[in-house]
């Protein structure tokens, strides 16, 4: 089956900022499932816009308490195949919420990297947390549980990403910044949504409250859009090699940046050839769809992603 998750529109509910702010969002869309129990990952990354066109996409500028917009394009849909033989399908949905300012984007940039890398890796620490949620069954205790680990998770996660962009701050916009002539970028806050994806074809609504009480309530609104299809195992396969080119390609222009030397070169001479490889089995993975489509009367190719 394919799940979809659609994220259609900001709502702001307060804002404190008097010219109002600049919301951009960082997505990561993320499962759990028989495979990435068994891996030493135990949780995979199978949805976020890549770098760096993921880093700062505005969604409206000036926003005040009572507007709401549309989420960017780039942001709106994530599908995600799951196999009907795993036991296990979760799905996690991962919405942090900044507000732009003057941060230098090459900082900015740094710091998405980090947050797309340190979601994948906190939400692996608690795996046992949010499974064990399933087991609470009243709805009202399972969000108080659920939002004691997401609060964890977001206090390390602002930690590592704010670390990650100072590093990148020149001197002269550090004293920008303590002079008062420039602001950093805000975390106005991050919430994280969990779908136990189920073999039935279904639309739930996706409500993410952002600051909910506070000064700067947000709240993002969607849907998760679960479907039957004979090709899902196809399309798996080809977001599977998607997904790894795009990480590749992120790491190569990481590599670009590096200071030159042996190391870097044989670096990148290796992930050219890892996404060479990638490239053909994404091929392969293509053409074995196209075929499904074809044997089961044109299933529509975007299904793919």
């Not at 996690?92 to 710091?111: Q, T």
Request: negative net charge.
């Amino acid at each position: 089956m394919i799940a979809s998750v659609r994220l259609n529109r900001l709502h702001c509910n307060a804002e404190n900022a008097s010219e109002g702010a600049t919301p951009y969002a960082w997505v990561e869309i993320l499962a759990i499932n028989d495979d990435t129990l068994r891996s030493s990952a135990l949780v995979a990354g199978v949805g976020f816009v890549p770098a760096p066109l993921g880093a700062q996409l505005v969604i409206q500028n000036g926003m005040r308490a009572g507007d709401n917009a549309s989420v960017p394009e780039a942001l709106q849909r994530f599908d995600v195949g799951f196999r009907s033989d795993q036991l296990t399908r979760e799905l996690i949905v991962v919405v942090a919420l900044l507000d732009k300012h003057d941060v230098p984007g090459s900082a900015i940039l740094a710091g998405y990297i980090v947050f797309l890398s340190i979601i994948r890796e906190q939400i692996a620490a608690h795996i046992g947390d949010f499974i064990g949620l399933g087991n609470i069954p009243d709805p009202t205790d399972r969000d108080s549980a659920q939002q004691i680990i997401v609060n964890e998770i977001t206090a390390v996660v602002k930690t590592k990403v704010l670390d990650a962009i100072k590093e990148h701050l020149s001197a002269l916009d550090l004293g920008a910044i303590a002079l008062g002539l420039d602001e950093r970028d805000e975390l106005i806050g991050a919430q994280v949504a969990r779908f136990t994806v189920t073999e039935v074809a279904s639309t739930t609504p996706l409500k993410l409250a952002i600051g909910a009480g506070t000064a700067r309530d947000y709240q993002v609104d969607g849907e998760l859009v679960v479907t039957a299809n004979p090709c899902e195992d196809q399309i798996a396969r080809v977001r599977l090699f998607q997904r790894a080119i795009e990480n590749i390609q992120g790491a190569l222009r990481q590599g670009a940046s590096a200071p030159e030397g042996p190391g870097t070169e044989k670096r990148i001479e290796k992930l050219q050839k890892d996404l060479a490889a990638q490239s053909r089995l994404l091929a392969t993975a293509k053409a074995e769809l196209e075929d499904c489509r074809v044997r089961n009367g044109g299933i529509p190719a975007a299904s793919s992603g």
